[in-house]
């Protein structure tokens, strides 16, 4: 990994095009969630250039789902079934490295259970040019605005709960954690700080991954809402 200083990275500028991004989504035996998100993605517009959707070892009709899906994505889908449950963390260690590979120059990984809002690789687009790693805001299943602790106390190791939820006119606030429901990172950023570490299993490697993106650029949380749990979107 290149030593590079954060004030060097905070001064490059980086390009977007949907086609030259992908969708990272890690699934356990939840096809029914993940039917829903995949029927959302079809509305994306615009739409990504691949879709990774990793399987850890699940015993349902996952892999049935996905196949239902394929031929009516504008993305190209590759589909991986894990031969074990490596967790979250894994199945993100597994996917990010996926879509590398693919030479995808931005990464948006998501859990299966969300639904992505029609607009919202567009909106997190806008913002590509001034930031490295991006985390957009999500509708509650209630329909209420979901709060990202998108702060971390680097002493005592955890979130920083009365961190403001406002926005300025800026229209975004630097974090210095992550949460890979949602966390739209640059290529650049994975080659610097590595892929995530699948020895967590399920907790904090995003937070953890979050932290080191801080380390080495300027990782925000934006005003756009982007994601919706799947609550709110059934009832509009």
């Known amino acids: ?12 500028k980086t390009s977007f095009a949907p086609s030259d991004t992908a969708i990272v ?9 993940l039917d829903r998100l995949l029927t959302s993605i079809q509305t ?3 739409a990504p250039g691949h879709l990774v959707i990793i399987d850890n070892a699940s015993a349902d009709d996952t892999h049935e789902i996905v196949q239902k899906h394929a031929d009516n994505l504008d993305s190209e889908v590759v ?24 030479g995808a120059s931005w990464i948006w990984m998501m859990d299966d259970d969300v639904e992505v809002i029609s607009d919202g690789l567009g909106k997190m687009g806008k913002w590509a040019e001034r930031f490295q790693v991006i985390q957009g805001r ?12 998108y702060r971390i106390s680097d002493r005592l190791a955890i979130p ?14 630097e974090m210095n954690s992550g949460c890979f429901e949602g966390m739209f990172i640059h290529r650049d950023v994975v080659r610097r700080i590595g892929l ?41």
């Open 25 to 33: 989504i890690v699934t356990y035996n939840r096809s029914h969630l």
């Open 44 to 46: 994306m517009d615009p």
């Open 138 to 149: 999500r509708y509650d299943y209630d329909g209420s605005e979901f709060y990202w602790q």
């Open 196 to 236: 995530p570490d699948p020895r967590f299993f399920i907790y904090w490697d995003d937070q953890l991954y979050g932290w080191l993106a801080s380390r080495v650029t300027t990782a925000v949380i934006v005003n756009e809402f982007v994601l919706a749990a799947y609550a709110r979107h059934q009832a509009t």
């Open 79 to 102: 589909y991986e079934k894990l031969p074990t449950n490596t967790g979250g963390a894994g199945g993100f260690h597994t996917g990010v490295k996926k879509a590398y590979e693919l």
């Open 1 to 12: 990994m290149k030593d590079d200083s954060r004030d060097q990275a905070m001064t490059e």
């Open 160 to 173: 920083i709960p009365f961190a403001p939820s406002d926005f300025d006119a800026t229209g975004y606030r």
